[in-house]
């Protein structure tokens, strides 16, 4: 996960046709500076319009998620959107000459090949995430559709569908971590059912449809008739079911390819929150059109709590207790400055401290102003880390933590009595030989108070 906000280093292209409008057109994604976020911009048009990518701003969600702004339409950016968002990228504008991204093979991983291939580039400024307090919830119970999204301390995704189709049956995907999408979401291609595509043709859609850029599934036998017209509106000489299920034998690449497929939807589609995420998504039965009312509740949700202040879940789960953390730390009062473990995984911890008019340190620190000082909120941030750091070896009671080096440390803000101090560290290369490197921020009400990179040391208490 990154902490700073990041763009591509130069500018690449990919070309293709359109899945929907049938449109041949070249996307170009160019830096961007801090802050930009993610706009298309449509140059085959009159003033070359700008659109964001933003959930207020969807007009249309007929098999895919159209925006428009400034009398411009961008159709389909859900893939794209799917790939910027697995890569971690904040600011990019990408210009198109035409209404809609090439399909290419249906799915993200050509898009995200691209943009590796321009590679990423750091920004001196941090990312604003956004930290689910509580569940936000969109339900349509007519179709039996149902998306939660629930605190936490990553952004994880699992996804069910259910079409009462006795060919695709129940499927589950599921992403832990969002470093994972590349492996193993990206490369999940497009689908629909057999039934649907003389319709969608007919309606106007999948004019850039063809087998190469989507699975169909059969899932009602089809006479040799119709499955001759079928051919006729792919462009095909024939089409044939090869194998039971699938339309002309396409091989999936996962077995359960469709709900993946629904999952990188629904990251794309999320994207138009405007801000990356922190918490878990749930999604029963996901669409777009669903993707999107839950894009916008998160959206409005967080408008509002910018607005009063975000209070931390105090409901959330709690991994270590304050005696918990006694029993792995050396610290004792008045220089333990962490309360609890909220989360804790191989990757990073997320401790919390809960900063009361009662702290010591508030007698002589500007009393009349009382501020946590900043050198506090480090070790704060020193502590959390070495919590992480003991809790990679089986016997923490044997080993010391100590810190060899802290890096491009920076205040924002400040901390003051009443505020909830949330201090989450990540790893940032392999441990070796002891040696621990992690980036560590501190946020108060969803906003960063301080940050820096921690260098820190395991070693055993005999020396041995």
Same mark, same amino acid.
């Not at 002589?364 to 941030?381: A, C, D, I, R, Y």
């Not at 392999?430 to 490197?437: A, D, E, N, Q, S």
């Given at each position: 996960?990154?902490?700073?906000?990041?763009?591509?280093?130069?500018?690449?292209?990919?070309?293709?046709?359109?899945?929907?409008?049938?449109?041949?057109?070249?996307?170009?994604?160019?830096?961007?500076?801090?802050?930009?976020?993610?706009?298309?911009?449509?140059?085959?048009?009159?003033?070359?319009p700008?659109?964001?990518?933003?959930?207020?701003?969807?007009?249309?969600?007929?098999?895919?998620?159209?925006?428009?702004?400034?009398?411009?339409?961008?159709?389909?950016?859900?893939?794209?959107?799917?790939?910027?968002?697995?890569?971690?990228?904040?600011?990019?504008?990408?210009?198109?000459?035409?209404?809609?991204?090439?399909?290419?093979?249906?799915?993200?991983?050509?898009?995200?090949?691209?943009?590796?291939?321009?590679?990423?580039?750091?920004?001196?400024?941090?990312?604003?995430?956004?930290?689910?307090?509580?569940?936000?919830?969109?339900?349509?119970?007519?179709?039996?559709?149902?998306?939660?999204?629930?605190?936490?301390?990553?952004?994880e995704?699992?996804?069910t569908?259910?079409?009462?189709?006795s060919?695709?049956?129940?499927?589950?995907?599921?992403?832990?971590?969002?470093?994972?999408?590349?492996?193993?979401?990206?490369s999940?291609?497009?689908?629909?059912?057999?039934?649907?595509?003389?319709?969608?043709?007919?309606?106007?859609?999948?004019?850039?449809?063809?087998?190469?850029?989507?699975?169909?599934?059969?899932?009602?036998?089809?006479?040799?008739?119709?499955?001759?017209?079928?051919?006729?509106?792919?462009?095909?000489?024939?089409?044939?079911?090869?194998?039971?299920?699938?339309l002309?034998?396409?091989?999936?690449?996962?077995?359960?390819?469709?709900?993946?497929?629904?999952?990188?939807?629904?990251?794309?589609?999320?994207?138009?929150?405007?801000?990356?995420?922190?918490?878990?998504?749930? #999604?029963?039965?996901?669409?777009?059109?669903?993707?999107?009312?839950?894009?916008?509740?998160?959206?409005?949700?967080?408008?509002?709590?910018?607005?009063?202040?975000?209070?931390?879940?105090?409901?959330?789960?709690?991994?270590?207790?304050?005696?918990?953390?006694?029993?792995?730390?050396?610290?004792?009062?008045?220089?333990?400055?962490?309360?609890?473990?909220?989360?804790?995984?191989?990757?990073?911890?997320?401790?919390?401290?809960?900063?009361?008019?009662?702290?010591?340190?508030?007698?002589?620190?500007?009393?009349k102003?009382?501020?946590?000082?900043?050198?506090?909120?480090?070790?704060?941030?020193?502590?959390?880390?070495?919590?992480?750091?003991?809790?990679?070896?089986?016997?923490?009671?044997?080993?010391?933590?100590?810190?060899?080096?802290?890096?491009?440390c920076?205040?924002?803000?400040?901390?003051?009595?009443?505020?909830?101090?949330?201090y989450?560290?990540?790893?940032?290369t392999?441990?070796?030989?002891?040696?621990?490197?992690?980036? #560590?921020?501190?946020?108060?009400?969803?906003?960063?108070?301080?940050?820096?990179?921690?260098?820190?040391?395991?070693?055993?208490?005999?020396?041995?």
């Amino acid at each position: 996960m990154y902490y700073k906000q990041h763009t591509v280093q130069k500018s690449v292209s990919v070309s293709g046709v359109g899945l929907h409008t049938g449109k041949i057109s070249t996307m170009t994604f160019l830096p961007a500076p801090i802050g930009h976020g993610i706009r298309f911009q449509r140059i085959d048009l009159e003033g070359r319009p700008t659109i964001l990518a933003d959930a207020d701003l969807v007009v249309d969600v007929s098999r895919g998620t159209t925006i428009e702004q400034n009398g411009a339409r961008v159709y389909t950016v859900e893939h794209t959107l799917a790939a910027l968002t697995g890569l971690e990228i904040d600011n990019v504008l990408i210009e198109i000459d035409g209404p809609e991204p090439p399909i290419l093979d249906g799915s993200s991983i050509q898009f995200l090949n691209t943009l590796k291939e321009a590679g990423l580039q750091e920004q001196d400024a941090p990312r604003n995430f956004f930290y689910i307090p509580e569940n936000i919830s969109y339900q349509d119970a007519k179709r039996g559709v149902e998306l939660t999204a629930k605190p936490g301390y990553s952004y994880e995704l699992s996804v069910t569908v259910d079409y009462n189709s006795s060919v695709l049956g129940v499927q589950e995907a599921f992403l832990k971590k969002l470093s994972d999408f590349e492996s193993e979401i990206a490369s999940c291609r497009t689908f629909c059912f057999l039934h649907e595509l003389e319709m969608l043709y007919k309606g106007g859609l999948i004019k850039g449809g063809d087998l190469s850029n989507a699975i169909v599934i059969v899932d009602k036998v089809m006479p040799p008739e119709q499955l001759n017209e079928l051919a006729k509106l792919l462009g095909k000489p024939s089409v044939e079911v090869k194998a039971e299920g699938i339309l002309d034998n396409i091989e999936l690449r996962y077995t359960n390819e469709p709900a993946r497929h629904k999952l990188l939807d629904l990251v794309g589609d999320l994207a138009l929150a405007g801000r990356p995420l922190i918490g878990h998504i749930k #999604g029963l039965r996901p669409g777009h059109a669903a993707n999107v009312e839950l894009a916008k509740k998160i959206k409005s949700y967080m408008n509002k709590k910018e607005k009063q202040g975000m209070i931390y879940n105090s409901d959330a789960p709690v991994v270590m207790d304050a005696m918990q953390i006694e029993a792995m730390l050396p610290h004792r009062f008045p220089f333990l400055l962490i309360d609890k473990i909220a989360h804790l995984d191989e990757h990073s911890v997320i401790a919390i401290k809960n900063v009361s008019m009662n702290e010591w340190y508030f007698q002589g620190h500007f009393p009349k102003n009382p501020v946590m000082p900043g050198v506090l909120q480090v070790e704060g941030l020193a502590q959390a880390g070495g919590i992480f750091a003991l809790s990679t070896v089986p016997d923490p009671e044997n080993y010391w933590t100590y810190f060899l080096r802290i890096d491009e440390c920076r205040f924002h803000q400040k901390v003051v009595p009443g505020d909830i101090v949330l201090y989450h560290c990540i790893l940032t290369t392999p441990i070796r030989r002891g040696i621990v490197k992690m980036e #560590g921020q501190a946020f108060v009400n969803g906003k960063l108070v301080c940050e820096a990179k921690l260098t820190a040391s395991i070693t055993k208490k005999d020396g041995k």
